[in-house]
């Protein structure tokens, strides 16, 4: 099994060299444990952030970047992995990955791009996800109670297996929130 080690190393010079992570919070905890850093109130660049070391002994980090929002502990977040390297960060993601797998959690990074579009009932996604392009609408009812909707449609007219859609579904419902 994997084991993270949470290092007492100085991990002030490491950097962000492209590599991330899709994950919850919760998800990462599982498999590294207690972050180092935890401040989840948005008011940072950073809410949440390990400090750790590889096998090896090198040392990486894992932590969200300008969310600026209290993060949902089911969120699913793009985190930014730092460490002295290109390689010492993918090697990091890699192990990661195989915790996850180890732990029979699902993560998906097929799901690489969101954009959003907010009016006073709905909001409007753009998803890149497994190289197509889909619309998202999150829709509040208000008839006696609130009844959210979710439409998932690709942008090229193709169908949608259901699986997908309710993939897409589920990772949006953290970011869709109610504007009054």
Known sequence: MIQFKITSKNPTSTSFHD????ATPNQLIQVLG?????????SDKVN????LELSDGNVFTVYDYKEYHTLGMDELIEWHIGGHSKEITDKAKQNIELAFNEANIVINNDLIEIEEHTTYTTNIF?????????MVRFNESFDDYLVPEVEVERTDGEEIDEETEDFIAQQLAPKCKIVQ
């Open 34 to 42: 207690r972050p180092t850093y935890d401040q989840n109130d948005g």
């Open 126 to 134: 753009t998803i890149w996800y497994k190289g197509n392009e889909y």
């Open 48 to 51: 949440i952030e390990w400090y």
């Open 19 to 22: 590599t991330v992570i899709l």
